[in-house]
């Protein structure tokens, strides 16, 4: 079985409603070698598929346990792994873009104030910080102190993402690198035995400093970074740190944002992506059974519906009444007020979970 199966069959039957949830522990069950087991041969799907329940029950206590601090999002992210060939893609292009961001005239122009023209070492940012955030009050500036102060304690525990989330903050990363950090986190709070380990940083990490470094003629690093990431497949985070360090920003060729407010999903890809990842990523988002409803099921949803008042309760009895008259062949009636509700639920479940109060 080759991992893309394996993932196929986790994500149809492994039971997690919640993609952030299941995204983290398939991260998991790869860092603990079990989907390696299952590809080559050792492990089969029977114990698998146990061992992504038992830590599927662990991170749901863990996380039950902590709320994560930090701006609320009703926006979620999806990741679906590419073939190898895609991948082979996404490195080339990743190189290609960052040589022709390099001659942009906007990240030139910034190089060459603020930077003499070049780029900086990723142990010189912490420098870099420390000189451009000087016109910051002091009071402002003192929460920053613990985090710029001394040798850079982040490069100097060899944490170059910790540096990379003060300057362009952890919001700002890919939905697959969030599903990365979590997963350490969620780990390393398993060996120390404690669930009071946040699961997303605090500020500044949270949003970052980007917004806080400004060129001449005012215009921040967020702007730059900005302007960017609307050019090109990049993430805000990755694409600040391009302008300071010149590092070229790992490309998320397909998207999948979840909006659970608006009840929608918007899938983002670039044009050499295949069809066949493309149905796979879109298989991804139904754990379940995702058929279109049948004509009786979105008939009784409607009239239950457009029979009660704003805000009043259904009034079972009375509209299953009303219903078997207005549909007098047997096939259509509803034997009895229960069967009706139970149908008017199952297609507002199906129809409306994202808005059903």
């Known amino acids: ?80 792994s590419l073939t190898d060939l895609e991948a082979e893609h996404a490195a080339a292009l990743a190189s290609y873009l960052t040589r022709q961001a390099a001659c942009l005239p906007e990240v030139r ?73 979590e997963s350490a986190v969620f780990l390393e709070a398993l060996e120390a035995d404690s669930t009071g380990i946040p699961m997303r940083p605090e500020q500044p990490y949270m949003n970052g400093l980007m917004h806080l470094i400004r060129d001449e003629a005012g215009k921040t690093l967020e702007n730059f970074g900005s302007q960017l990431v609307s050019r090109y497949p990049w993430t805000l985070r990755d694409a600040v740190w391009f302008v300071l360090t010149g590092e070229p920003p790992k490309l998320t060729p397909l998207k999948i944002q979840g909006n659970d407010l608006a009840g929608t999903h918007t899938l983002t890809f670039l044009t050499w992506i295949s069809e066949k990842t493309i149905r796979r990523a879109y298989h991804s988002l139904h754990v379940g059974d995702n058929r279109p409803l049948g004509h009786k099921s979105l008939s009784a949803f409607r009239f239950v519906d457009e029979h009660t008042k704003p805000g009043q309760t259904p009034k079972w009895a009375e509209l299953t009444r009303r219903w078997n008259k207005d549909h007098p062949n047997p096939k259509d009636k509803f034997t009895d007020r229960s069967a009706l509700q139970r149908a008017y639920k199952r297609a507002e479940e199906r129809l409306a979970s994202p808005w059903v109060i």
């Open 1 to 80: 079985m080759t991992e893309a199966e394996l993932r196929a069959k986790y994500d149809r039957e492994v039971s997690l409603a919640d993609e952030r949830l299941r995204e983290l522990v398939w991260k998991i069950l790869k860092e603990t070698n079990y989907v390696d087991d299952v590809c080559a041969g050792p492990s089969g799907w029977a114990e698998f598929k146990e061992e992504a329940d038992r830590w599927a029950d662990q991170v749901r206590q863990s996380l039950g346990n902590v709320k994560p601090p930090g701006r609320a999002s009703n926006l979620r992210y999806t990741n679906v």
């Open 109 to 181: 122009t910034f190089r060459d104030e603020k930077l003499r023209g070049s780029t900086l070492e990723p142990e010189q940012v912490v420098a870099f910080l420390r000189r451009e955030l000087t016109h910051l009050r002091l009071k402002e500036y003192a929460d920053l102190r613990g985090d710029l102060g001394g040798d850079a304690p982040n490069l100097a525990l060899g944490k170059e993402d910790d540096l990379k989330d003060l300057l362009g903050g952890w919001a700002n990363r890919s939905g697959e690198s969030q599903v990365e950090y």
